[in-house]
């Protein structure tokens, strides 16, 4: 399994990024899973619903299951949120893993820039950025800088720069 990030300032468009990705990797036989790190406020879950009765009630992990699908939603109130390595760890293994967000994690990382966020180069600051996906030319970067709508050229540059998820099979 490998992995390899997304990163980039707020409404860059990392989001769509990745869901161009996944699309992308998959059409081309790969298959990938995603990591998405929320705000703190996030809730997956709905008031009223018997999951949400569940876990208010105190179960520490709650799992919903369905044909189509199923949901693990564990409780971490007074534990340290989970690491990425540690929720790495409870996926299924595939060949490629997307991270968006986790900003501050080790891994391989491309920055999706707009030129109309008006916001600077997270890559500047971060080793791990390798290339940038732009919108607009850039110079002064110090790494790639490559087209945010070549879907092909930054699938490829996803594949070719990841890392393996340390204790997987590569």
């Not at 619903?49 to 919903?64: F, I, M, P, Q």
């Not at 939603?73 to 996926?91: F, I």
């Not at 890559?123 to 790494?143: C, F, I, K, Q, Y």
């Not at 490559?146 to 540059?157: C, N, P």
Request: aromatic share 4%; glycine share 10%.
């Amino acid at each position: 399994m490998h992995i390899f990030g997304i990163t980039g300032r707020s409404g860059c468009g990392k989001t769509t990024l990745v869901e161009r990705l996944v699309q992308h990797l998959r059409h081309q036989g790969m298959a990938v899973s995603t990591v998405k790190q929320a705000h703190a406020a996030f809730e997956p879950d709905r008031p009223g619903k018997d999951s949400w009765r569940h876990r208010t009630a105190g179960a520490s992990e709650v799992l919903v299951a369905s044909a189509h699908r199923w949901a693990l939603m564990a409780e971490v109130q007074g534990e340290s949120p989970p690491d990425l390595d540690a929720l790495l760890a409870r996926m299924a293994a595939v060949d490629l893993v997307l991270v968006e967000g986790f900003r501050a994690n080790p891994h391989p990382k491309l920055e999706v820039h707009r030129a109309a966020v008006g916001k600077g180069l997270l890559a500047h600051g971060d080793p791990n950025v390798l290339a940038v996906a732009s919108d607009t030319p850039l110079a002064g970067v110090g790494r790639p800088v490559l087209d945010l709508d070549d879907i092909a050229a930054l699938g490829r540059y996803v594949r070719e720069n990841s890392a393996p998820v340390e204790g997987s099979p590569a």
